[in-house]
């Protein structure tokens, strides 16, 4: 490993990528530390603490969301536009041909997705706006600072809303910008890398929170060596998932074509367990933040007997019936992610098309049949992995109050993975091209 770790490190232009996409990442997180002007920091982070889908959004932003930053809203309009984007592009047909248009469709459909985090991004940054002039710190003063002013007029408080909003939108671009310097000069994928760094970011926190509940009661330091032993272990089961695969063998026919003869191999068809990677999750997490945040917009903070603080009350993260439809979610978005990547019916056609065939099954719908069924089978196991590893976390709040602060630890650990796999693999190509020993051997 060190050696491998050398020679990476000797390679002139593998270094060169290296340190570009350190110094990328560092410019993220400089920019999450830049305050944006009217806004009161200490504030924000207690309020975004106490609403489910801010805190979410804060962890994946690495604490700009709680700060009030520059980067606030980070890459998440970007991800959100690029799964709205995706899904549309097996809905509307010609979205689906851009996408077989090779290298300039590919483009086309970028430029569409940036414009379309655009206008989320625009969005989130006015809610976001709207969120902190209607909200009050511990001591009943106003969160946006411009709010307290004095003798404040109209054509201030405005201008002050368009600052704050366009900062947000013109971090959230930047952010976009540094990833694809990323794409470029770097090494791996520039959304997953900026990604990856802003949960990490966190882990400091985590450390010091971790900490801070030692010392406040010594019994809690077997929950935490306990919880560190177990996350050791989701962290091993789940680079065993996401490389776990099902192989369906497929046979070439041999063809004669003139004095030569084609084909006669042997190859499989790979179908991955974690297939929709951490979207599932994503998407139920949003959809089940969405009911607290909205009562929260209305002023309802669960404090309260009445029937909706009860009912924010129900869906917050540690409550037992928000685990099951957290699950439930998970399953079903599992599902309905990979049948709009994987289809059975074209693949057949294309085995069919190239002399290939399944040994044992006739070509068609026999074949196509076979691959519906293996499909469904390894969906389900990647969709039960998926929901233990989200829900795993909540159940251990659950039993240990103490712990509350890791209910988000399953998505931030299986995305955590998920960026490293892929980098280690990016680099462990390029070693491979320049014949050195790779990572993975």
């Not at 065939?357 to 990647?382: C, E, H, Q």
Request: glycine share 8%; aromatic share 10%; with cysteine.
């Amino acid at each position: 490993m060190f050696q491998v770790l050398r020679n990476a490190w000797v390679d002139v232009q593998l270094r060169k990528k290296i340190l570009y996409t350190l110094l990328i990442i560092v410019l993220f997180r400089l920019g999450s530390n830049i305050i944006v002007p009217f806004v009161d920091s200490e504030a924000i982070g207690n309020i975004v603490g106490g609403v489910s889908l801010l805190n979410y959004l804060d962890v994946m932003t690495g604490g700009s969301l709680g700060k009030g930053t520059l980067l606030a809203m980070s890459i998440t309009p970007y991800i959100n536009a690029s799964i709205i984007i995706q899904l549309l592009t097996v809905a509307i047909p010609p979205l689906e041909k851009l996408s077989k248009e090779g290298e300039v469709g590919r483009k086309k459909i970028n430029m569409i997705t940036k414009l379309t985090a655009l206008a989320i991004a625009t969005f989130q940054a006015i809610a976001f706006y709207f969120t902190l002039a209607g909200a009050k710190d511990e001591n009943d003063n106003p969160v946006l600072k411009f709010c307290t002013a004095s003798g404040a007029d109209t054509f201030s408080i405005i201008l002050a809303a368009v600052t704050i909003v366009s900062c947000f939108v013109a971090g959230a671009f930047l952010i976009i910008w540094l990833g694809d310097r990323i794409n470029e000069k770097g090494l791996g994928n520039g959304i997953s890398m900026i990604l990856y760094a802003g949960i990490i970011s966190n882990l400091p926190s985590a450390v010091e929170y971790f900490v801070k509940l030692c010392a406040s009661d010594m019994k809690n330091i077997i929950w935490v060596l306990l919880t560190i032993i177990l996350f050791i272990g989701l962290v091993w089961f789940v680079i065993m998932m996401t490389n776990a695969e099902r192989r369906i063998p497929v046979q070439y026919a041999k063809r004669v074509v003139g004095r030569k003869m084609y084909g006669g191999q042997s190859t499989h068809i790979p179908i991955k367990v974690a297939m929709a990677g951490v979207m599932p999750i994503i998407f139920a997490m949003s959809l089940m933040s969405l009911p607290q945040t909205i009562c929260y917009f209305f002023g309802i903070d669960g404090t309260e007997d009445t029937f909706w603080d009860g009912f924010v009350r129900l869906f917050s993260q540690h409550s037992v019936l928000y685990a099951i439809i957290y699950f439930v979610l998970i399953i079903a978005f599992n599902y309905f992610y990979v049948s709009i990547q994987y289809n059975p019916v074209e693949i057949a056609n294309n085995l069919k098309k190239n002399n290939g065939a399944i040994p044992g099954y006739r070509p068609g719908k026999p074949t196509s049949d076979f691959i519906y069924n293996s499909l469904n089978k390894v969906t389900l196991i990647g969709a039960i992995f998926l929901g233990i590893i989200a829900v795993f976390p909540i159940i251990l709040s659950m039993f240990v109050p103490s712990l509350q602060g890791i209910s988000l630890g399953g998505t931030t650990l299986l995305i955590v993975v998920s960026v490293s796999l892929e980098t280690v693999r990016s680099l462990e190509s390029q070693m491979m091209m320049r014949h050195h020993k790779g990572f993975l051997e």
